[in-house]
């Protein structure tokens, strides 16, 4: 598997674990969905982020822990979204 494909895989897996939980996955959630080590997963999140460095996405600082990924937030906002009545996002 590609260095690109495995971030593409990580982008989507944190995006869905946003929509589905509500939180951002720590890396080691990361790395179970991707099946790979926790070193890789924090490796391959820190490199999602890089790719795209104005497009919303971004760890809290110096930290491996996701802040914010596009269009939501993993800290409690202002902005509450909700979907069919049930409130569990943040967004940026």
């Known amino acids: 598997m590609s260095e690109d494909s495995l971030v593409q895989r990580a982008f989507t897996t944190i995006l869905a674990h946003l929509v589905e939980t ?29 790719a795209a460095p104005i497009a919303g996405y971004w760890l809290a600082h110096d930290t491996d822990h996701i802040e914010s990924w596009a269009p939501f937030s993993n800290v409690p906002t202002q902005y509450l979204i909700s979907v069919g009545g049930v409130q569990k996002w943040y967004g940026q």
């Open 22 to 50: 509500g939180r951002a996955p720590h890396y080691g959630e990361l790395a179970d969905a991707l099946d790979i080590s926790m070193e890789q997963a924090r490796e391959v999140q820190r490199g999602a982020v890089a």
